[in-house]
């Protein structure tokens, strides 16, 4: 049902039947160890090369998310997929192995949302019963494509984050019991005109305050209606930064407001602003997240990973970096 | 309405209400010519870089084809848009300057098609009630991305295509008259173990054979259903494989089936086995195909763009190009 511009809310909530999340062996380390399905213990994960061992890591995800549902790979309508890689080819060679009808997304870190607002869309009004939505990202693909060579040592600069090794999978469903979506806001790209693409967190931040600023407005709702608010990868900066613009505004989230980048690592971790990258939500949202909701800690959840649209090139050429967050509104037990 | 595992076709069709075609100088020259809305003089568009040329068609073909539509830019519910460059920024940069909620999409040069059947099976079933589907590519980004630097001067192999400078955009509404999206069948990935980055059409012809017979079996019609089957750039070689596998199931296409890569080229334009490209099927396709559309010259289209999935990476680690295909069915005057 139409909310209003950019929110729509659900009468048949798609059911999340199944999630899994994989870590990498120092998000294993992390604050939420105790929560993941799987932790690499070398981050080449048996292949000769970091892109290979993405690769695998969603692959795996996705197929365990669809086992523990129940369902067999068959039953997928279609799996909606992405990651940080070029041409998103983590997901392209998962949909390889899987057979299942693949539509590719790309939206940098806030994928994963893109994929469940769409899926949830088209499961919601009976165009599809079973999907998936899953991502991935990887550090040291990540580092040697976006940054410098591994070997190089480079230091992170104050504001960095550190790229997210993981990879979460979650299956919906129009049928079924437990977690829902109960609706969603999409997007806009908005541009505060950051170009220091070792500060993430700033540029992401203006799109996740007009984001749950539309959410709010359109729904009519106030932030105390959620038990949390998640933003995906704004780390600790852009949390700073998105509270202040929010707080411009007369609203004031801090005290539900809590951001996957700051929950996966531990301070302690050496990591700066906290993770990134577009396998940071999905794996908190398909482990500890869905755990909270399943034992109905968390009865209703704003969920927000924002994502950031530059490339290397784009960046190199003088641009700043565009963002983009879509909220997802999601029911526990 | 499902019609059997990949293929859906709606009650309530939805329109494309506007679009529009820009294409680059060599395009200007071709056999289409008289249908592109614009042709440009320079191929770097007033540009100081090919990839900001690119993605100022895209922003372009978007943009004018809503006014073209007779909508205003507030009234588009999403963008679905998609191109070859890494992250695919010119879509991300597209809809920074069009504030249009944004869902980036990327299946390689099936991206048109993968937007047109997202777009319209949200649209169908009455989430959507307007949304712009557009890709772009460029031959000068595609070959530095993808190849090498335009300064090397570097000869096309035999079986190599030629990428198409150029962007196209559909608007797709609810409402209103015109050619209508009747149906589609979502491809998955194919992968036959070619790995010549120089023969993409030997990589997508499976895909697209498969996809035909998907979509023949489960909406039991034959070929002769349709006016036209049009794939997106399999280009010279890829069409004799795709009717030699086509041939082998007993399927024969040739006397209706064309190809966007063969149409936008001459061969005296020296380009191989055709052009390639996002852009090369969603500029045939809103320029040139519409109008045969409009004109009832074309009532029944499936149309197929096909996708090579991989990265320059994934082939320098030994990887083979998975391939895929996605048919839209749509309904001319």
Chains 1, 2 share one sequence.
Request: proline content about 3%.
């Amino acid at each position: 049902m139409r909310k209003g511009k950019h929110t729509w809310t659900f009468e048949n909530k798609p059911v999340i039947i199944g999630s899994y999340g994989i870590a990498g062996p120092k998000e294993g380390k992390g604050p939420l160890k105790e929560y993941y399905d799987e932790v690499l213990r070398s981050d080449l994960f048996g292949e000769k090369t970091y892109e290979k061992a993405e690769c695998k890591m969603q692959f795996t995800a996705i197929e365990k998310a669809i086992k523990k549902s129940g369902k067999q790979k068959e039953e997928i309508d279609a799996m909606f997929a992405g990651d940080l890689l070029n041409q998103i080819v983590s997901s392209a060679f998962s949909a390889r192995e899987l057979e299942i009808p693949y539509l590719g997304l790309y939206n940098a870190c806030s994928t994963f949302a893109e994929g469940l607002l769409i899926a949830s869309a088209l499961i919601a009004n009976g165009t599809l019963n079973d999907a998936t939505c899953s991502t991935s990202s990887h550090y040291s693909t990540a580092e040697r494509q976006y940054r410098y060579p591994l070997e190089l040592g480079t230091q992170m600069t104050p504001t960095a984050q550190w790229t997210v090794t993981g990879a979460g999978c979650v299956v919906l469903s129009s049928k079924g019991e437990g977690v829902k979506i109960e609706g969603f806001t999409i997007g806009r790209v908005v541009d505060y005109d950051v170009t220091d693409t070792n500060n993430m967190g700033a540029a992401m931040a203006p799109a996740a305050a007009y984001t749950l600023e539309d959410h709010l407005k359109e729904t009519g709702r106030t932030p105390d209606y959620y038990d949390m608010i998640l933003t995906g990868d704004l780390g600790k900066f852009g949390v700073e930064m998105m509270n202040k613009l929010l707080l411009g505004d007369g609203i004031d989230v801090r005290n539900i407001h809590n951001d996957c980048g700051m929950m996966v690592f531990d301070e302690k971790q050496n990591v700066r602003m906290g993770g990134s990258g577009a396998g940071c939500s999905s794996l908190v949202f398909s482990t500890y997240v869905m755990s909270k909701l399943l034992d109905g800690s968390i009865k209703r959840l704003l969920f927000m990973p924002t994502g950031a649209l530059m490339s290397k090139d784009s960046s190199l050429q003088g641009e700043s970096i565009p963002a983009i967050a879509h909220a997802i509104s999601i029911e526990g037990l």
